[in-house]
């Protein structure tokens, strides 16, 4: 069982009823305000609400983790198998994030957070040197990941093979990638395609390059090489918005 905390991971998950739920608790007497909006939601999700002493509400939870009144008793979050994920949204505008070794839970967090936000279909996470879908990852993306799928295959090659057989570019951030993301060409925009991001420091792995359409670098003005992965996917995934508004305008 996972312990949600915080408002924005709690009430993601009362809204999204993608877990199995199983009963909020609440500090009495005295719960903060914001409890009652998910007092609300757990009623309408059929979750029960658990009344507990100060002492008793953060049962469960890992050192430095505070419950801050409230707690979500929850299932954990389901994973989709590949032709799942690659089947959600609509044909020709879909965006796949797959992560290449990215093992910190906060920068997946802030990853899905910024995917979500953008309209990605999902992650496609690895089964080795990848964070699992904990309440770390909810609390870093602030509840996105209530709402984002993912799917988590053995071999990562072998899934980008699959989903460039059915359609999808896939454009690789690599720091040193001649090709800039920025005059990177119109088709590699027009149709469905994967955001590959590797880890901080090790990079994509050099066995994915033959799945690689195009490696695409970040113009990076200043001293510092490279951006945080995290920030790396904002920039690509909102270039990916920007490039396809156009297009509707055009069209």
């Keep these: 069982m996972d312990l949600l905390t915080r408002f924005h991971p709690v009430r993601e998950a009362l809204r999204a009823r993608r877990r199995v739920l199983h009963a909020l608790r609440v500090r009495v007497p005295d719960a903060p305000r914001e409890v009652e909006p998910l007092r609300a939601l757990a009623a309408a999700a059929g979750v029960r609400v658990v009344e507990c002493s100060a002492s008793e509400i953060g049962l ?5 983790v505070k419950p801050q009144g409230y707690a979500l008793e929850a299932g954990e979050l389901p994973e989709l198998a590949l032709a799942e994920l690659s089947a959600l949204g609509d044909p020709g505008r879909r965006c796949v994030v797959a992560l290449d070794g990215v093992e910190d839970p906060q920068n997946l967090g802030a990853i899905a957070r910024v995917a979500h936000a953008a309209g990605a279909s999902g992650l496609l996470l690895t089964d080795r040197r990848s964070a699992p ?11 996105a990941i209530e709402h984002l799928p993912a799917a988590r295959v053995v071999n990562l090659s072998r899934a980008l ?7 999808f570019w896939v454009l690789a951030a690599e720091p040193e990638a001649p090709q800039s993301l920025f005059t990177l060409a119109d088709k590699f925009w027009e149709g469905d395609i994967v955001v590959l991001l590797g880890a ?3 990079g994509i792995r050099a066995g994915l390059s033959r799945q690689i359409d195009t490696p695409i670098s970040i113009p990076m003005a200043g001293a510092v090489a490279s951006l945080n992965v995290s920030a790396a996917a904002a920039v690509i995934l909102y270039e990916w918005v920007r490039r396809r508004a156009e297009q509707a305008a055009t069209s």
């Design 200 to 202: 901080e420091g090790r």
């Design 60 to 64: 469960g939870l890992p050192p430095g």
């Design 133 to 143: 879908l904990s309440p770390a990852v909810s609390r870093a993306s602030a509840g």
């Design 161 to 167: 093979e699959q989903l460039k057989a059915a359609g």
